[in-house]
């Protein structure tokens, strides 16, 4: 079964909204998490990483103010991407790692369809 | 700088043939390497995981090889099935970060 769940699955918004999506560890602790984009037929870029209880790092050119990340716990984290535009619109996946057992597969949920109308 | 390269790009064959997919890496300073399958508008489904210290792995008719020296992975898929038909991504997570670096994946088509 799905061990890193991911909510919502599709979202259809107006420009000018803030979407906020939910990515879930369900049977281990996630020290570590990460947000990547994909557009189409492209393949999966890291935007940032979420450390649990601190910061997160983005990667360089991701503005940190448009996508806001929030690890307040160890199953749970966040990304809030605020005033959406349609280049917005994309495939967002999360994937999350547990330090402990970082020899093991990274396991990644289905992803949110943003389409920004 | 640190770059995961698939080839072919797309790959069509008829149902009941071994084929081989390509992986390749700049840097040999990898923890492991990663083969995922994508099905259109989903999320990644973990196929095989290899170490750096590894050779080799094998599930089912799945087989993926490790060569750090020469920078270059290969997914082995024996007697395809129309149900392969996926979206293949290789992944590695270099020595030193804890994300992994995606190629742009193999897109396969098995014909019935």
């Known amino acids: 079964g799905a061990v890193v769940s991911q909510h919502p699955s599709r979202v259809i918004c107006k420009s000018g909204t803030s979407v906020k999506i939910e990515c879930r560890s369900l049977?281990?602790?996630?020290?570590?998490m990460f947000w990547y984009r994909q557009f189409p037929k492209q393949s999966l870029m890291l935007m940032a990483t979420?450390?649990?209880?601190?910061?997160?790092?983005?990667e360089q050119g991701v503005e940190k103010d448009k996508f806001l990340i929030n690890h307040a716990s160890l199953t749970l984290s966040t990304l809030t991407v605020t005033s959406a535009h349609p280049e917005d619109s994309s495939f967002y996946i999360c994937?999350?790692?547990?330090?402990?057992?970082?020899?093991?597969?990274?396991?990644f949920g289905d992803g949110t369809r943003l389409s920004i109308l | 700088k640190q770059e995961v390269t698939q080839i072919p790009a797309a790959l069509s064959v008829p149902e009941g043939e071994n084929l081989v997919l390509n992986c390749s890496f700049t840097?040999?300073?990898?923890?492991?390497l990663q083969w995922f399958r994508q099905d259109p508008g989903k999320g990644l489904t973990s196929l095989l995981l290899?170490?750096?210290?590894?050779r080799e792995q094998t599930s089912g008719r799945l087989n993926a090889s490790l060569d750090k020296s020469s920078g270059r992975s290969t997914l082995y898929i024996a007697a395809s099935q129309p149900g392969d038909s996926a979206t293949y991504l290789c992944?590695?997570?270099?020595?030193?970060?804890?994300?992994?670096?995606f190629g742009s994946g193999t897109r396969l088509q098995v014909q019935p």
């Open positions: 979420s450390n649990e209880g601190s910061k997160a790092t983005y």
């Open positions: 994937s999350a790692l547990d330090e402990v057992y970082s020899n093991q597969p990274q396991h």
């Open positions: 992944a590695v997570r270099y020595t030193g970060r804890r994300a992994l670096t």
């Open positions: 290899i170490q750096s210290s590894q």
């Open positions: 840097d040999s300073a990898i923890y492991n």
């Open positions: 049977d281990f602790q996630a020290t570590t």
